[in-house]
């Protein structure tokens, strides 16, 4: 399995990104994806989640601003940055999990892309 993050940039406030997450291996749809950030200095933090029955769940940093989706089809997952502020600067990390609850908790992943910087300009 291999997850790989990109899209990240170099954007100003308020401005848009859309994230993808692409997934190598056979088994993406029963898969639920987390997207996590870390920013200098600071722990990595979750960002949001989708879970393979369906379900979606936001930080509340990003709650009614950022959107994951996810595509079976094409093995991808994605998320949609509106209103972006300095304090989403970041890099971003897709991760993938077998489970669908707590999906906070970021050892509920069990494999991790390489991230994408996102860099909010204000």
């Known amino acids: 399995v291999q997850l790989q993050a990109s899209g990240g940039g170099l954007v100003q406030a308020g401005d848009s990104l859309r994230l993808s997450c692409t997934y190598s291996?056979?088994?993406?749809?029963?898969?639920?994806v987390g997207w996590f950030r870390q920013a200098p200095g600071k722990e990595r933090e979750f960002v949001a989640a989708i879970t393979w029955i369906g379900g979606s769940t936001y930080a509340d940093s990003v709650k009614g601003r950022f959107t994951i989706s996810r595509d079976n089809v094409k093995n991808m997952a994605y998320l949609q940055m509106n209103s972006l502020k300095p304090e989403d600067t970041a890099v971003y990390y897709c991760?993938?999990?077998?489970?669908?609850?707590?999906?906070?908790?970021?050892?509920?992943?069990?494999?991790w892309g390489q991230g994408t910087q996102v860099t909010v300009s204000s």
């Open positions: 991760a993938t999990s077998r489970l669908v609850l707590s999906m906070w908790r970021s050892s509920n992943y069990d494999f």
């Open positions: 291996g056979l088994t993406f749809s029963s898969k639920s």
